[in-house]
């Protein structure tokens, strides 16, 4: 009896050893990471708190409750805090500093509602570079904001799809928003703080989610996995630009005002330059004219001027002069 009772037990730690935690973030460790934890608005929370999975054990790391308020257990006392545990009750986001690789695996959030009891998100947590590098898009959506975006994959292959899946890729984060078994037409309730739209049928050939009423914040990129039983996987990654209304009215300021003001900076630089040459052509006349009036003056200096009295031709006239006869009388000697 107690073998049996022992072999239980040692089957029941394999099964759990062996059995894949299913998560719904992934975030890469860093010295201060953040594990976000928001439950959708509309239920009353009355207690949650956060554990490390370890294996079949669970290491208690903080509790709240509205009522007695937040109690961080040791050894997290002096590096573990919520962000948001007073403004909002329905954001239990926890954040770490002096991190180590110890910190590496899997954490549970756990709120306790009223009326539709417990709510529990996973999150994984690795040592990775960031996730955008290692996922390069196939395609390139814009969509303003406001709008109802759908982001679609076809299927390509020719085998029967299991499941599929949908996922945000962020630098530091990777986030769930759906998870369907096609062949039993069941999906996952997503943890993703924004309300996604999906699609599960078996029957159809593709898969698609829809983001309403997309904002700039949705920008990024998205990941569709779709997995056979036989093993086979295809993977298609697009990414998404939501324009912000108000931030295009700021560019569309900004360059109207830019334009104005090169057009002003132009008419000035054009008057400018006009001015110039006509200040340059006024003062090149202006010596021009001094340095004809000063040869002119030159000119006449040299020149001998013509007597008034002076005939014009060589007619020349008689000269007569009146003087007085004289008598040629002897003189008289004494």
């Keep these: 009896m107690d073998r049996l009772t022992f072999l239980l037990a040692i089957l029941h730690v394999y099964k759990a050893i062996c059995e894949e935690i299913f998560w719904d973030t992934t975030v890469k460790l860093a010295e201060n990471m953040t ?7 509309g239920d009353t929370v009355t207690q949650m708190e956060w554990y490390k999975i370890n294996g079949t054990d669970k290491d208690h790391i903080a509790i709240f409750s509205p009522s007695y308020g937040v109690i961080i257990r040791q050894p997290y006392d002096n590096r ?3 962000l948001n545990s007073t403004m909002a009750l329905n954001d239990m986001t926890l954040s770490f500093h002096n991190t180590s690789e110890a910190d590496v695996g899997f954490y549970s959030c756990l709120l306790h509602t009223f009326p539709h009891g417990t709510w529990q998100k996973v999150i994984q947590v690795v040592q990775s570079d960031s996730f955008e590098i290692a996922v390069p898009s196939d395609s390139h959506i814009f969509s303003d904001a406001g709008e109802n975006v759908t982001l679609s994959y076809e299927l390509q292959m020719t085998w029967q799809a299991q499941q599929a899946t949908w996922e945000k890729i962020q630098p530091h984060q990777i986030d769930l928003l759906a998870y369907c078994n096609l062949s039993q037409g069941r999906s996952y309730p997503s ?9 599960c049928t078996p029957e159809g050939r593709h898969s698609f989610i829809i983001i309403p009423q997309a904002t700039a914040s949705d920008s990024g990129l998205y990941r569709c996995s779709v997995k056979a039983s036989t093993g086979e996987n295809a993977t298609f990654v697009m990414r998404l630009t939501v324009a912000d209304g108000k931030t295009n009215n700021h560019y569309i300021l900004f360059v109207a005002t830019g334009t104005v003001l090169l057009l002003l900076v132009i008419v000035v630089i054009i008057i400018t330059v006009i001015s110039c040459n006509r200040r340059r052509k006024r003062q090149k006349i ?8 000063s040869k002119t003056k030159a000119g006449n200096n040299y020149r001998c001027p013509n007597s008034t009295n002076q005939p014009v031709d060589d007619a020349r006239e008689d000269i007569y002069v009146n003087y007085p006869t004289f008598s040629r009388r002897p003189k008289t000697r004494t």
């Design 80 to 82: 573990v805090c919520f």
């Design 191 to 199: 943890k993703y703080p924004r309300q996604i739209l999906s699609s």
């Design 286 to 293: 202006i010596r021009l004219k001094e340095f004809w009036d």
């Design 35 to 41: 594990l976000e934890c928001v439950y959708p608005p």
